[in-house]
């Protein structure tokens, strides 16, 4: 079994910064793909960002210049620095990894249980 445990939301005033964790435990022989995605209030869950294994990054365009995702392989962890925050910045957080269990065996999406990031004055 494969969990995903994610740290860091809380309330922030615009302009400020946040920096989220996510890190992988259990069963697992590699970790691939590591993402970050958002959901607002009546909105879709949408993908802010996403990282390789070997580090490449993705960034929506609308967090371009004031996210960075970057990710510790050797801690299974992946973060997502934010900077510059706005109110509809606000949103739960989700973290997403797609994990091999075993060396032969198929990778599966797991995901985080969310942490809420509120940006308001």
């Known amino acids: 079994q494969v969990h995903l445990v994610e740290s860091g939301g809380g309330l922030v005033q615009p302009g400020g910064s946040l920096t989220l964790s996510c890190a992988a435990a259990?069963?697992?022989?590699?970790?691939?793909?590591m993402a970050w995605y958002r959901q607002a209030p009546g909105k879709q869950r949408d993908l802010v960002a996403d990282?390789?294994?070997?580090?490449?990054?993705n960034l929506a365009d609308s967090v371009k210049g004031r996210f960075t995702i970057s990710r510790d392989n050797a801690k299974k962890t992946v973060y997502l620095q934010m900077n510059s925050l706005k109110p509809e910045d606000t949103a739960l957080y989700y973290c997403?990894?797609?994990?091999?269990?075993?060396?032969?065996?198929?990778?599966?999406?797991?995901w985080g249980q969310g942490t809420q990031v509120t940006v308001s004055s």
């Open positions: 997403a990894a797609g994990v091999q269990s075993r060396w032969n065996g198929p990778a599966f999406d797991y």
């Open positions: 990282i390789t294994s070997g580090g490449d990054t």
């Open positions: 259990g069963s697992i022989f590699r970790v691939n793909r």
